[in-house]
């Protein structure tokens, strides 16, 4: 793909939500990273210990305000136009440090997710690649306004999955998902540079506004 010079490229934010140093989810996120960038993107990639926050505790919110861990992410998540959470899959659901750190930043006014892209993917030793955690990961994400892309890519057998160079053994699986990043990508670009069609969103119930507003307009 080649950039449009009369536009910057779009930037989008990769982490991977597991504090393991080997984890199987910073492999694959660092993948997915290369292959942004190589659709023409510009790449933050971050970790989860960039976002160290305690549990989310009301008391400590109003005594001491939103956490420094919190107040990165939702700093990064802000200076981007899209987002890529590569997950582990816990008990057929999210990690609760990845839902921990969402519950924590939905709580900063104004929240960042709303309006952003989302691309899932999820590396798991599991056959099913974690993807039963990244379906229920898509509820707090779109409940916030999260644009989550349809498409998501789930890696199974992922601890034999990965190539000494960083690549997917299986050439299927690789062009997979360099498909659906570019796709992605491309998608991002067309909502950012020509966005002509007035979008509407609504607000979520976790939003506290001081007028009675119940759905919003933005060019």
């Known amino acids: ?31 997915t990273a290369r292959l ?24 400590v919110e109003a005594a001491e ?38 519950d924590w930043v939905s709580r900063i006014t104004p929240q960042p997710f709303k309006t952003k892209h ?3 993917v999820s590396a798991s030793p599991s056959l099913v690649g974690g993807n039963r955690g990244l379906w229920a990961l898509r509820v707090p994400l779109e409940h916030l306004g999260t644009r989550v892309y349809p498409d998501m ?3 199974a057998r992922a601890y034999e999955a990965f190539t000494e160079d960083g690549q997917l053994a299986q050439p299927d699986l690789q062009q ?11 998608f991002v670009e067309a909502d950012v540079r020509y966005v002509c069609l007035r979008r509407r969103w609504y607000e979520f119930p976790a939003e506290y506004t001081e007028a009675p507003v119940t759905h919003r307009a933005e060019d």
């Open 65 to 102: 305000g939103p956490p420094h861990g919190a107040l990165a992410l939702r700093d990064r998540i802000q200076r981007c136009d899209a987002f890529v959470i590569s997950s582990p899959e816990y008990n057929g659901s999210v990690p609760g440090l990845l839902k921990n750190a969402i």
């Open 36 to 59: 942004i960038a190589q659709a023409g993107a510009e790449v933050d990639i971050g970790r989860m210990h960039d976002f160290d926050m305690p549990l989310y505790d009301g008391d």
């Open 118 to 120: 989302a691309l899932l």
């Open 176 to 186: 997979r998902l360099a498909d659906t990043v570019s796709a992605f990508v491309h």
């Open 1 to 31: 793909m080649t950039t449009d010079a009369h536009f910057p490229p779009v930037q989008v934010l990769v982490f991977g939500a597991a504090l393991r140093a080997g984890s199987l989810n910073a492999r694959l996120a660092s993948l």
């Open 153 to 155: 890519f789930s890696l």
